[in-house]
């Protein structure tokens, strides 16, 4: 009672306790005491004691505040829990934690490794909370982290995303940043922050709340403007203006009817550029590159409901820039450069390196499709759309593939015909002389054929890769012994030209070999085998047809070869074959 009687008068309390500097603690344990006997006087008698007590015990707090900065600043880790410990019963105790968060973050320095440098201030500073702060040092963390949060933590973010202009700078920090933010809550959830599971996911959130909900339009905007400018640059380093490529309807009917007949309808002019293919690798892979790098900061910034849709709007820009501006146009241009069937001049078909080239980014696409795209996407609908989407370019892709493989096969035999027709001769298979028949080995014709034959076999098979170059090249084969056989049809063969013909087919057989097909080899086997019949002795016809090698051929096909020798009539061998 006598502390309280000094706070009755007007003077200021002279107690040795209240104004011996060194006596604060003991001075906030009395004022503390005062305070709670105070409450209990009644307002009308006591209240200006009241307001005494009150006025010095704000003092008292204030002091032991400046006194706990003290010790924080000289680390004197004992002193600031002493201090601490006798705030926790005044109302100033929170602002003595305020002014240990405070004094905390004077130590952030906005290093170029701000997060690391943040979490290990927190590691710093939860020990020193733990030793400090007696009663709840949870919260004493969470109101540290809360702070470090939303003060220098989002300043630093406003400040790396304020400028806009440069959406591939702005959209590289926003995902270095958001990664970085949910790496450093990642290791203070360590900590104990309190009850809230979520706590530190809406303080990141909170951080980017505004970049989060614009982030797929920018994503959107920046691709937009990104794919179709690395294609106005390769474009422009080949010297290239696109063209508006006429396809479908009429046109497509024109170019059928010129590929199956010798009719010439429509536009015949073919441009094959030089043998530029308009399709690169490398600009593919930038494509996919800034696809990846987008489905990748998509993951990151994307709410869990919202990210098959970003991840599908991604999937169907790249598409758009590399299938169909890309690929499509690349196809289209080389359908377009494909040489008539008819042509006289050596065919130069560059729609095999197109198909190579083509066939090799699909190949990349899908990669990325399954590896990247699909993780995002599988558990939506989405996932059936993307994939439907892929399946109709392929078809498309494939369909332009067929009708170029086609028409390009179609001009490489057509020359292979020209060969035949302007080089041989009808004396090569019946001289008049045994002697200028044998002078050779095989017909100049043959040789020219097999030369260039064997030059358009290279050309398919080194763009080609996998089935693709396997099926072209036996059609290739198929078409190629077709031609031969129809070719050799048109002839009369004495002895002396039969051998010939054996030993034209002989060089035949062995430029297919190098298309490794099964099917094309025993196609030129049996050929070989029918011109055979061209020089057997009219008595051993009938043996040699019924022989292992002409077994399973139709007789009207073996015929047809037998009615070609010279003596067919003269040596009666329809009457000897019945």
Known sequence: ????????????????????????????????????????????????????????????????????????????????????TTLL?????????????????????????????????????????????????????????????????????????????????????LYELYGNTSKLSADLSEYKLGSDASFLNRLTKDCFKDHLESYIDLELKYLKEKMPSVLEGYYGSINHQ??????????DLQARIRNKTNITIGPTTVVDYGGEIFLAQTVAMTLLNESK?????????????????????????????????HIDYALDIGLQGIPAQDSKTLPRVYFFEVVGE??????LLERQFSDTLVPLISTSPKHGECVQKKREIMEQMEAKIDT?????????????????????K???FRPESEMIGLTSLYTPACYKVVQFVSSQALNIKKPLDGKNVGTVLTEFGIRFHRTIYEHLQQFTYNDVGGMLAICDVNEYRKCVKVLKSPLV????????????????????????????QLAGIDRSTVMSFIQLRADFKTARIAQQLK
């Open 1 to 84: 009672m006598q502390y309280f009687s000094e706070f009755l008068s007007d003077e200021e309390p002279h107690s040795e306790i209240f104004t011996d500097p060194f006596q604060l603690q003991e001075a906030a344990d009395v004022i503390q005491k005062l305070q709670l006997i105070a409450q209990e006087l009644p307002q009308e008698r006591f209240g200006e004691a009241k307001c005494r007590i009150d006025t010095k015990c704000l003092k008292i707090e204030n002091e032991l505040i400046s006194e706990f900065k003290v010790a924080q600043q000289s680390g004197d880790v004992l002193r600031m829990k002493e201090l601490a």
């Open 89 to 173: 019963h005044f109302k100033g105790y929170t602002d003595c934690v305020i002014a240990f968060i405070e004094e905390s973050q004077k130590q952030i320095q906005f290093s170029r490794d701000l997060f690391g440098d943040l979490s290990k201030l927190a590691q710093k500073v939860n020990k020193l909370i733990q030793e400090v702060f007696i009663s709840a040092p949870e919260t004493v963390m969470g109101k540290f982290v809360v702070s470090v949060y939303q003060g220098k933590l989002r300043n630093h973010i406003r400040g790396k995303l304020a400028d806009g202009s440069d959406l591939e700078l702005y959209l590289k920090n």
């Open 242 to 251: 696109k063209k508006q490529i006429q396809t479908g309807g009429l046109h």
């Open 293 to 325: 790098q987008a489905f990748t900061r998509c993951q990151l910034l994307s709410t869990q409901t919202a990210l098959p849709n970003n991840a599908a709007s991604i999937f169907d820009v790249l598409v758009e820039n590399l299938c169909y501006e």
């Open 358 to 363: 083509a066939n090799a980014i699909f190949h």
């Open 404 to 424: 170029g493989l086609d028409r390009g096969l179609n001009a490489v035999m057509g020359y292979v015909k020209f060969i035949l027709n302007t080089e041989q």
């Open 426 to 428: 009808k004396t090569d």
């Open 521 to 548: 080899n025993s196609l030129f086997e049996v050929l070989h085998a029918l011109c055979n019949l061209l020089v057997v002795q009219p008595e051993n016809l009938k043996q040699v047809c019924t022989g292992e």
